[in-house]
C-alpha cells in the first residue's frame, strides 16, 4: 500500500510520497481555452467539467484566498498533486492525508471535504485522475508534531508546543501527553506575509521602487534580485532580526499565556517545534526549539505516517 501527504499552504502546496517529494507555489486560475498557444501547452485540470490552471502552469499572481478550502480551486489543487504522484509513480496511491487550519479542523468539516473529493470528478488533460480510497484529514501542525515523535520517539507522551509558520498565520498547537488539545491552538496574523510587506516597505523607503511580494521573497532568499537589468541589494536578514524575530517572539509569549488561562502548565513542556516554510529563515535565531530538516515538508511527512500508522 502506498499513501501521501499533501500539505496544501496559502503560500506554498507540499507533498510527500513513497520514494519522493515535491513542493510548488500555491497558484490557481480558471482555464480560458485559446487557439494560440506558444511553447508547450499547459496542464489543464478539470473539477467537474470545469478546468483550472494549478502551480507552475498559473500566473504567479493567481495566489488563493484565505476561503478557498474547499471550492473547486482547492480540488483542482489535490487533482494536480494526485496527477504529479502518479506520473512520477506509474501507480495509484492506496490513501492520502491532508491538513486543515487549526480553527477550520472539526469532525463535520472534515466529512464534508471527504465527501466532496470522493464525489468529484477529477482529470487532466480530459485523463481521469483516481481519488484514492482512503482520505484522512489532520489539523496543520499536528503533521509536524507527528514527524518529531516518529524521529525523536523519547517525546511520544511528553508536552509539546508546535509553532507553524505558515504564509497569512502562525499557528501553534499544544500536545498534552501525545494527544492534540484543540481549545488551546490559536493563529497569529504574523505568518510570511508580514515578513514580505515588511520587507516590501523597506525596500521602497531605500530605493524609491515598488516590489511584489514575489520579489520580496526572492530578496529574502538570495539577498538581491535583478530588474530591468539593473541588480537591487537589500539586507534582508536585518528586517528578520530587528522586525521579525521580535514579533514572533511576542507571540510565543502571548501563547504562554493562553495556555496558562487554560490551566496548563508551562512548565510541563518538554519540546518547541518549529516548523512551516518560514521556519528555514528563523532557524538560526531562536534558541532552544526543535527546527526538522527541510521544515517546509515536516507537516506532509507527519500526515504520510499518520496514514502509514492507521
Known sequence: MSFAGIDIGYGYTKVVYDGGQFIFKTTVEPYIHSEKVFGKSPDVVYVNGN????????LPRMQVTKDFVGSESYYAIIGYCLNEIYRKT????????????????????TILLRNNLERAELSINKNFIPIPDKVAFVPQGVGAYIDFVYNNPEFVDKDVIVIDIGYYTVDMIFIKEGKFIPRASESYPSGMELLLSRICSDFSEKYGEFITPVLAESILKKG???????????????????FYIPEL???IKEYSITLKNNYFEIDSISAIVITGGGAVYVKDMIE?????????????????????QL
Open 90 to 109: 506509474n501507480s495509484v496511491l492506496s490513501g492520502i492525508a491532508l491538513g486543515l487550519p487549526p480553527a477550520l479542523y472539526n469532525e463535520r468539516k
Open 249 to 251: 517572539a511576542r507571540r
Open 288 to 308: 532552544g526549539a526543535f527546527i526538522p530538516d527541510e521544515p517546509q515538508f515536516a507537516n506532509a511527512r507527519g500526515y504520510k505516517i499518520y496514514l502509514q
Open 51 to 58: 478546468g483550472y490552471l494549478v502551480g507552475p502552469d498559473a
Open 224 to 242: 538581491s534580485f535583478t530588474y530591468f537589468g539593473k541588480e537591487y541589494k537589500f539586507d534582508a536578514q536585518h528586517v528578520l532580526e530587528k
